[in-house]
């Protein structure tokens, strides 16, 4: 079964308008944490946002905030006031002990479009 | 603080040869992940490393092998090349704290004739 599920191959969205990328995942875990990476077409992966399972506020950085519902198992970013920059591949990532040690698995990505 | 660097950048090889790719944290950082990145799989973990002890293995052939260092420099090593394994591979180290951010280097693109 997907650990990570990013339901949106491509989106668009027009310039200075907001756009929310879609996650949910899968855990037994009570402890784990919630990654949004981007991934520009250079292929650096470069950190956005963090989320920790016992945080109870909604991290925040900037233009990202992640919509953390922890009942339904869904990290979405949310994209404040898009530019023409933000184009690019988005990874949603989950670390989760595993086997004594820790994990780190990413969804397959969703390519957001900004349009002018 | 300099960021993580990979060597090669770039790498073509062919199927049956072996290859070493290098990873450089950043300073302090004592973690280095390495993931794998094609087309048709996404990003795929590869390994962990703390402190010159592999924590975690992902689910590859034993053609694919690495060691960190004292210096927590890390290598990785894929002997017995298969087309398949033509990919971008990326290093990532991260600080103290089991959830801290990973911080991505560049990567080496290898492409196997």
């Known amino acids: 079964a997907q650990k990570i599920t990013q339901t949106q191959p491509g989106m668009f969205v027009q310039e200075k308008e907001a756009v929310t990328l879609d996650c949910t995942y899968d855990t037994s875990d009570q402890s784990y944490g919630l990654f949004w990476y981007k991934q520009p077409s250079s292929g650096e992966m470069i950190f956005l946002i963090y989320?920790?399972?016992?945080?109870?506020q909604n991290a925040t950085e900037g233009r990202y905030s992640l919509n953390f519902q922890k009942a339904r198992k869904s990290a979405n970013l949310v994209i404040s006031a898009s530019q023409l920059g933000d184009s690019a591949m988005y990874f949603c990532a989950m670390r989760e002990p595993q086997g004594g040690g820790f994990k780190t698995i990413f969804g397959a990505g969703t390519r957001l479009f900004v349009k002018a | 603080k300099a960021g993580v660097t990979q060597t090669p950048r770039y790498l073509i090889k062919t199927r049956g040869q072996q290859v070493t790719l290098s990873c450089s944290p950043i300073?302090?950082?004592?973690?280095v992940s390495w993931y794998q990145q094609t087309p048709g799989q996404g990003l795929q973990f590869l390994f962990e490393y703390f402190s010159e002890t592999q924590r975690n293995k992902g689910n590859f052939p034993g053609r694919f092998s690495g060691r960190q260092f004292s210096n927590s420099r890390s290598e990785m090593n894929v002997s017995t090349l298969e087309l398949g394994d033509s990919a971008l591979y990326l290093c990532?180290?991260?600080?103290?704290?089991?959830?801290?951010?990973?911080?991505f280097g560049p990567g080496t693109r290898l492409t196997v004739l």
């Open positions: 989320q920790g399972s016992y945080d109870e």
């Open positions: 990532a180290s991260r600080g103290l704290g089991t959830y801290n951010e990973q911080f």
């Open positions: 300073s302090g950082h004592r973690s």
